[in-house]
């Protein structure tokens, strides 16, 4: 066991430490946490924007809408008693998401690197080519906000 005063010691000793994480701590509890847990809480109701007085508690009735279709589940009552339908595209959309992530990702990386390492390299040209590929981002906001702008 700590004495009392080993512990007193030690937040004494480290009170500037605190003092700096407390602004991020805040804002995480507040910004992060809080949100998490609260949408958390709503993925088990049928919470609608347009008429938030009418949420009902449906339990894993959301969970079972996204991933019945994996067990062979067309429709389920929710425990509220109303009646469910499984989203026959949601895995659809899911193996889309995680095909375009796990392919799509790895292939810009090595793109972007393969391009980086031959602008690194002491080639005739390459301070040309360096600058040409480094104009649109230079320009690209500035032509951006010109063309919201113009609307």
Request: proline letters at 5%; hydrophobic letters at 50%; aromatic letters at 20%.
């Amino acid at each position: 066991m700590f004495k009392k005063s080993n512990i007193a010691h030690f937040f004494r000793r480290n009170a500037v430490a605190y003092m700096f994480l407390a602004p991020w701590i805040v804002g995480f509890l507040i910004l992060t946490l809080y949100p998490m847990i609260y949408s958390l809480g709503l993925s088990f109701t049928n919470y609608d924007f347009t008429q938030p007085d009418s949420t009902q508690f449906i339990g894993f009735g959301n969970y079972i809408k996204m991933f019945g279709s994996v067990f062979g589940i067309s429709e389920f009552a929710a425990s509220n008693g109303e009646v469910m339908r499984v989203d026959p595209y949601y895995m659809k959309s899911l193996s889309v998401t995680f095909t375009y992530v796990f392919v799509s990702v790895p292939l810009k990386l090595i793109f972007a690197l393969a391009v980086a390492m031959l602008m690194n390299q002491k080639l005739r040209g390459v301070p040309f080519y360096r600058a040409v590929y480094y104009i649109p981002t230079l320009l690209g906001g500035s032509i951006a906000i010109a063309v919201l702008w113009r609307k």
